[in-house]
């Protein structure tokens, strides 16, 4: 089956770091890519819609300079906090669909817990 | 727009039967079911993409209602490993080729 690769699945930080959060598809390309992001208790919560070769389409409220997203490849993007806070603490989980995705599923990486200090 | 899912939480004995529904204000062209445990990324569990459609997996099904803009997850003889919280993913024709929005979730409990 499809997979999707997610990596760190931690990271701790102090407040003003950058962290970078990579999602690979490892067996399909992926022209999409979608990264979420999750509260304790609640559904996700889409951020970002990431295409490969072109700009990421943000959804409304989600600060772009302030979550950096890159697709340099049908099988990778990258999600960077930029200079994270505490209030940025939180599940990051990305996921990708198949070419023609209309009818495909999506496959979730296993996520990223961010805390920051 | 964010799909309703009912009932929001459900407690079950093993063994007992529970469903889960989910409608949308807007006319779909699929459904998708994921399951997601504690602190883990949602697993897929089907997709319905015609009206009338259903399609099981193992004790798992689920039914798509296309004229109600509604889907129903059935999951029946439930086991331990069924508990988690339950997601669907509605895709509207308004929004065919993008991405699709999760409901809010139905949380499952299922004890001993």
């Known amino acids: 089956g499809a997979v999707v690769s997610q990596h760190p699945s931690w990271v701790i930080c102090k407040s003003g770091t950058s962290v970078k959060i990579e999602c690979r598809s490892l067996d399909f390309q992926a022209t999409t890519m979608f990264w979420y992001r999750q509260f304790p208790k609640q559904s996700l919560m889409l951020m970002a819609t990431s295409n490969e070769g072109s700009k990421a389409t943000y959804e409304q409220g989600v600060e772009k300079d302030k979550f950096l997203i890159n697709h340099a490849s049908l099988t990778l993007s990258t999600l960077t906090v930029t200079s994270a806070h505490p209030e940025d603490s939180s599940f990051y989980i990305c996921s990708a669909r198949e070419r023609g995705f209309s009818n495909q599923p999506q496959h979730f990486g296993d996520g990223t817990r961010l805390s920051i200090l | 727009q964010q799909p309703v899912q009912s009932p929001q939480a459900v407690i079950l004995r093993e063994g007992e039967d529970a469903v889960i529904n989910c409608s949308s204000s807007k006319a779909l062209y699929s459904v998708h079911w994921y399951r997601q445990k504690h602190g883990e990324a949602p697993v897929f569990l089907m997709i319905l993409l015609k009206g009338g459609e259903q399609k099981g997996h193992e004790k798992i099904s689920a039914s798509f209602n296309e004229k109600k803009q509604q889907s129903s997850l059935y999951l029946t003889a439930s086991q331990l490993s069924y508990s988690g919280t339950y997601f669907c993913?509605?895709?509207?024709?308004?929004?065919?080729?993008?991405?699709?929005?999760f409901g809010p979730g139905t949380r499952l409990s299922v004890l001993p």
């Open positions: 993913g509605t895709e509207s024709w308004e929004n065919y080729g993008q991405n699709f929005v």
